[in-house]
């Protein structure tokens, strides 16, 4: 099992950065993808952004590109969600997920690709 835990999630004005941390324990493997989610109120949830484990390739949602940064230290077992320019839009729940195995680039857009969650960790952006 492997246990995901977000933290860095808050009420924050338009145009300000956050730095969300998805901390991974448990049995961990290479070739996990990491991946973040997001789902505003009466929304589905939608895919943000994904890395690999192994070569730390990444993945962004087009709305993402230029905004939201994905990385990971492997060390701490630790993925990492770098926000900027956030605007009201970006106000949602944020998950982080990993995948048993490798995914490949369609896949691992797909949420139910996944095989763990993390609880998630609110962000809120006022205009």
């Known amino acids: 099992q492997v246990q995901l835990v977000e933290s860095g999630g808050g009420l924050v004005q338009a145009g300000d950065s956050l730095r969300l941390s998805c901390a991974a324990s448990?049995?961990?493997?290479?070739?996990?993808?990491m991946g973040w989610f997001r789902q505003a109120p009466g929304k589905e949830r939608e895919f943000v952004a994904a890395?690999?484990?192994?070569?730390?390739?990444?993945y962004y949602a087009d709305s993402m590109k230029g905004r939201f940064i994905i990385s990971r230290d492997n060390a701490k077992n630790t993925v990492y969600l770098q926000m900027s320019s956030l605007k009201p839009e970006d106000t949602a729940v944020y998950y982080c997920?990993?995948?048993?195995?490798?995914?490949?680039?369609?896949?691992?857009?797909?949420?139910?690709?996944?095989?763990?969650w993390g609880q998630g960790t609110q962000v809120t952006v006022s205009s």
């Open positions: 890395i690999r484990w192994s070569g730390g390739r990444t």
């Open positions: 448990g049995r961990t493997f290479s070739s996990y993808v």
């Open positions: 997920a990993a995948s048993r195995g490798d995914l490949g680039r369609i896949l691992l857009l797909r949420g139910s690709e996944y095989d763990y």
